[in-house]
């Protein structure tokens, strides 16, 4: 099952670039990972 976090990845896009370094915390198996992958992924970073 795959949740849509596009707010996030807005929130990721809109803020690169600024230079400030980014970090993504939560609990265990929240979807940290897989949020970056999605960036990278649709980023072709």
Do not use: H, P, W
């Amino acid at each position: 099952m795959v949740f849509n976090r596009n707010l996030y990845l807005q929130k990721l896009i809109s803020a690169d670039g600024n230079g400030m370094i980014k970090i993504i915390t939560g609990i265990r198996r929240c979807g940290k990972s897989f949020l970056l992958f999605e960036l990278s992924k649709n980023r072709n970073i």
